[in-house]
């Protein structure tokens, strides 16, 4: 991890009518993400030697635009967390996704996130960005766990 002198900090909330299993299945899939999350991931695949679960890397994106991210945690149609694994040496980046069924039988989605770096205030630049980039995936997934 790196040394941190800034952080900022977001929560993203969507709401999907499908079951937080069905939503858990599409967010817990790398190579589901190129079909639902838009065109920021062009591609999404596991790296090889993982097919999912906690400890696995998956890489999104494509060319010098990839990112690979590392499942911290996996818990089915509960919560889903990861980490940049990314040779970035500026920022750190965590996301947790929590899903909580609602009182009409859908799924509340709760994903925050989390921006770390070295560089004074830097995160707090960079946090607008990925609250944005994260909406929009949440907006994303919840309609396509809609149509699965």
């Given amino acids: 991890m790196i040394d941190t002198v800034s952080s900022a900090s977001f929560v993203v909330r969507a709401r999907s009518a499908a079951a937080p299993s069905t939503v858990f ?12 999350a838009g065109p920021l991931v062009p591609q999404a695949r596991w790296e090889p030697g993982t097919r999912g679960g906690r400890g696995a890397v998956r890489r999104l994106g494509l060319g010098p635009l990839t990112v690979r991210e590392q499942v911290v945690e996996h818990r089915p149609g509960d919560a889903f967390s990861y980490v940049l694994l990314t040779a970035v040496r500026w920022h750190g980046y965590r996301a947790d996704v929590e899903l909580a069924e609602d009182q009409r039988g859908g ?33 994303r997934l919840a309609a396509a766990a809609e149509k699965s």
Avoid: K, N
């Fill in 107 to 139: 799924t509340t989605i709760l994903w925050r996130g989390r921006l770390s770096s070295p560089v004074p205030v830097l995160a707090g630049v960079l946090a607008p960005a990925f609250r944005l980039m994260v909406q929009d995936f949440a907006r």
């Fill in 25 to 36: 299945a599409l967010l817990a899939d790398a190579p589901a993400w190129q079909e639902w």
